[in-house]
C-alpha cells in the first residue's frame, strides 16, 4: 500500500549540479519529490492565480462565442503540457423561442475536449464550462481584488477557477508513479449557464466511458460540497390571438396579452401545490402599440423538482391549463421545452463517492459536508447518463451569477489538492472504486 506523500523541498538544479551528488542520489530525491505532487500544487498558487484573472476579464457570456473560444484555447494551451489528446468540437446552435414567438438558433462556442489513457483500468471524467452568465455587453467585465485572498469578478468562481483546480489536479497525477491505472477525460463545455442543450450528448457519451465523475462547479460559499441537487425544467409559452384596431373593431380582436396573463397566474398557483416542486415565472413578451388588441404574447418559465414522478405531475397540471386557455375562441396556445436536467439524488453510489472525498478532506484539514441545493448543473446531466459524480469540487466562492461574484484565491491550491489527493490515492491503490 502507498504511504501518505512525503514532504520533501523540490530540488534545485545548483543542488544536482553539485560536485559528489550522485546519480543515485539524484533518482532517489527527484522520486521522493515527485511522490509529494500537493507540495508542487501549492507552488502553483500565484501562477493560478495570474491565470484566473485573464481568463476571467476575457468575456464568456454563452453567446460571446469568440470570448468563449478564447477561454478554451487558453485552457486547451495550459492542458498542453499534460500530453492528452486535444480536440475542439463544433457544437449544434441554442435554439430558443424569440419575442415573435418563433424558434431560433443561435451559436455556441466550441467544445474542448482532451483525453488521455483511455484504456486505463479506472476511468475518470473531469468537466467544467467555459461560459458564464455575464453577456458581452454586461457591466460586470473584470476582476478586482477587494480583500487579501479576495478575487471578485464575473466567473471567478463559477466555473473558472475550478477549472485551474481541475488543471493542477490532473497536472499533480502525471506527476504519481502510479498515473497509468487511471485513464482521464476532460470536456470544457461552452453552453453550461444556458442549459447545456448543445453538449449533452457529449455528456451522455462521456459519462457510459467512464467510472466516476468530478465537476468543477464552485463550492458553496462556507466550502461544503453538494449532495442532492433538484431537476431543472424549461418551458416556453407561445400565445397567438388576433389582432384588430382597439377603437374600430374591438369585438374582433382576440387579445393573446390577457390570455397569457391567465396562463402565468395558473402556472404561479401552482407553487405550494406540490412537495419539492417551485416553478419560476421568468419571462413575458407581448404587445406593442396600444390602439391594437395584441395578437400575441412569448412567456417563460422554469420549474425546479425533486421526485422521479414531479415531472408527470407537472405535465398533467400544464395540459389542463393549456386546454382551458385553448378552449377560449381565437386564442391558440404552443408549448415547448421540458425537463433538460433530472434530480440528482444523493444516492448510495454518490454517498460512496463523497465518502472518498470526504476522507482526503480530512487528511488536507477539511471537513467537508455534503448538502442538499435547488441549483443544478452538469452534475445532474451526468447523474442521469449513468455516472456517479460530485459536481462542485471547484473553488470557494459566491454570489455567483451576480455582479458580485466572488472566490477565496488560496481555494484555488485548497481544492486542487482535495482532487489531486482523490486521484492519487485511487491511482495508488490506497483508495478503491469498484
Ligand atoms: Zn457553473
Known sequence: MESRAVALPALSLREIQRPGYGVATFYTRTVNALANPLDWIDAQLPAMREFLVRLADQNSGSFNVAGVNAVGRDMADRFASLGAT????????????????????????RAVRLRKRPEAPLRVFLCGHLDTVYPADSAFQSVISPADDVLRGPGVADLKGGLLAMWAALAALEQSPHRDRIGWEVLLNPDEEIGSASSAALLAEAAARHHLGLVYEPALPDGHLVGARKGSGNFDVVVHGRAAHAGRDFAAGRNALAACAR??????????????VTINPGYLHGGGALNIVPDLAVFKFNVRATGPDDGCWLHEQLDLLLTRANAVDGISVELRGGFTRPAKPFDERNRRLAALIGDCGRTLGLSLEFKPTGGCCDGNNLHAAGLPNIDNLGVVGGDIHSEREWMRVSSLTERAKLSALLLLRLASGELAWS
Open 86 to 109: 486535444t480536440e475542439f468540437i463544433d457544437l449544434a446552435p441554442f435554439a430558443s423561442t424569440g419575442d415573435d414567438g418563433l424558434l431560433h438558433a443561435r451559436p455556441v462556442g
Open 263 to 276: 396562463l402565468v397566474d395558473g402556472v404561479n398557483a401552482l407553487n405550494g401545490q406540490r412537495e419539492g
